[in-house]
């Protein structure tokens, strides 16, 4: 499987995965729900680690990025998870799903060339999600303040491309599966870490536990997916591709939530994601 079909595998995950976010963060708090999918995620990578029979990341370089990709992944969990609680999907979504502006700003940085085809894919994508934002006049729908929904949703985008870049760096040192398993064991002892010093339970609501183990598999998969590019060419397509869930999201949401979307704001989509799409080009 090329880099590319790792990232359209983990965009349907992540698109699943999100949706269900949106519905659990309106009973269950967002430590409670974030240690669940961590753990039972963590439960399917150490199988996988444990049917390959060997746990292969050496002290160093790669173990310290798989422990800072664990870091960074929390933070865009956290800030995410957050995010969706206020909502809208709408404007969440999209926002997350624009951290490859992040992945090409970081590819400039390392001293690859940006042809000006891919600095308008950059901006299309800015103007597709300012068009999405904005509130339209007939949309009565009450949600809170916009401002810092979009602050932790630009987090959730930063946390996510630096997560991604790490990853895959250590990847290329050492075996996927194990840098996916120490990143996850990562942010649950950080996490549980927060958990006890603002003291905030980490159960979730018994009802609510079925859900949350199935988005766990979904992230659990989607992580692993874009990780594993790390050794094949053209890795950075893989975390490029997996940012149109945010489109899946954003449809679903229409579909199953019903939050309304007008004409401009499936304009926006469009063009933010087509911008996306060039990108993984």
């Known amino acids: 499987m090329n880099a590319l079909a790792l990232g359209l595998l983990a965009a349907l995950c992540w698109g699943l995965h999100d949706l269900a976010v949106r519905h659990v963060s309106q009973s269950v708090s967002v430590i409670a729900s974030l240690m669940a999918v961590l753990v039972s995620g963590a439960v399917l990578q150490f199988g996988l680690v444990a049917m390959m029979g060997e746990f292969d990341l050496t002290p160093g370089t790669a173990l310290i990025s798989a422990v800072a990709a664990g870091g960074c992944y929390l933070l865009a969990g956290i800030s995410m998870y957050a995010a969706f609680q206020r909502g809208p999907v709408r404007l969440v979504a999209p926002l997350v799903a624009s951290y490859p502006v992040l992945s090409v700003s970081l590819a400039i940085w390392r001293g690859a060339t ?30 809170p303040a916009a ?3 979009a602050t932790l949703s630009l987090l959730a985008a930063v946390g996510f491309a630096a997560a991604f870049a790490l990853g895959q760096y250590a990847t290329e040192l050492s075996d996927e599966y194990s840098v996916a398993l120490v990143g996850r064991l990562t942010a649950i002892i950080a996490l549980g870490m927060i958990a006890l010093a603002i003291r905030r339970s980490i159960w979730p609501r018994l009802r609510a536990l079925p ?32 940012s149109i869930f945010g489109m899946l999201t954003v449809v679903l949401a229409w579909a199953v939530l019903r939050e309304k979307m007008i004409l401009r704001q499936w304009l926006g989509c469009f063009i933010a994601f087509a911008g996306i799409g060039y990108l993984a080009l």
């Open 114 to 143: 940006i042809s000006p085809l891919h600095w308008v894919a950059v901006i299309a994508i800015g103007a597709g999600v300012s068009i999405v934002a904005a509130k339209s006049e007939r949309d009565t729908t009450a949600c």
């Open 147 to 149: 401002g810092p929904t």
């Open 211 to 242: 859900l949350l183990l199935g988005m766990g598999i979904l992230d659990a998969v989607a992580i692993l997916s874009v990780i594993a590019a790390g050794g094949l060419p053209n890795a950075q397509f893989a975390s490029v591709a997996a």
